[in-house]
């Protein structure tokens, strides 16, 4: 049963550090969705990918966050420098596959920033 | 763009009662509707979804029912047990051709089962 697959799964950190999360996603898919969760905003999109190409970064902030798709394999997204604002769980899924818009979800990276 | 809206944001219902979660749509050219369990601490799962050539689908004690027309959706629990305590979320894409199309997510429904 192939899941997606993200790393670390909880990050501490303070204030300033720089902070990359990876993600690992189902083998064929060839879409990449990036999605903060917190209490209060629900999931929100950040940023996606197809075919390891941006297509939209519209809600990421763009002066501490970048997203990239090295290869198929891995996805990863940056925070530097990061804000205690910044905590939250960090979604990676994936989809795509056979053209549909199912998307599937990794476990999330629970960020804390101190 | 798309705007999702979900309703009720909690329901607390008796178990072996029937819950039901409703979500409206903006954009008529939306035509797939997912809808996600997530259990506390957990990612996301789907649990059912329908596409708009259907009405609605069923799957043992879950059920979507969509309306095209009135650009609504809904989510049908039936015979709810504890394990069906949960976040909710609905969901819409345009389906551009291709597939891999961003979903729109509604702000989830906090669901309740009482024993």
């Known amino acids: 049963d192939a899941r997606v697959t993200q790393t670390p799964r909880d990050k501490v950190t303070e204030m300033g550090q720089e902070v990359t999360m990876r993600c690992q996603p189902i083998l064929g898919h060839n879409t990449v969705f990036w999605y903060r969760q917190t209490m209060m905003q629900g999931l929100e999109l950040l940023a996606y990918?197809?075919?390891?190409?941006?297509?939209?970064d519209s809600g990421m902030p763009k002066d501490r966050f970048s997203a990239e798709m090295p290869d198929a394999t891995l996805a990863t997204l940056k925070i530097q420098p990061s804000e205690p604002r910044d905590s939250a769980v960090y979604f990676c899924a994936s989809g795509g596959q056979g053209g549909t818009d199912t998307q599937y979800f990794g476990p999330g990276t629970r960020l804390t920033v101190l | 763009g798309e705007n999702v809206e979900q309703h009720p944001s909690t329901l607390s219902v008796q178990e072996g009662d029937s819950a039901v979660i409703k979500c409206t749509y903006s954009?008529?050219?939306?035509?797939?509707f997912p809808w996600y369990k997530q259990e506390l601490g957990k990612r996301p799962q789907l649990i059912i979804d329908i596409r708009s050539n259907v009405g609605e689908k069923k799957d043992q004690r879950i059920a979507v029912t969509l309306n095209k027309t009135a650009k609504h959706f809904s989510l049908h629990i039936t015979e709810t047990q504890p394990e069906d305590s949960a976040v909710y979320f609905c969901a819409a894409s345009i389906g551009f051709t291709g597939g891999g199309n961003k979903l729109t997510f509604g702000t989830g429904t906090q669901l309740k089962v009482e024993l």
């Open positions: 954009d008529s050219a939306s035509n797939y």
């Open positions: 990918f197809r075919n390891r190409a941006p297509l939209d």
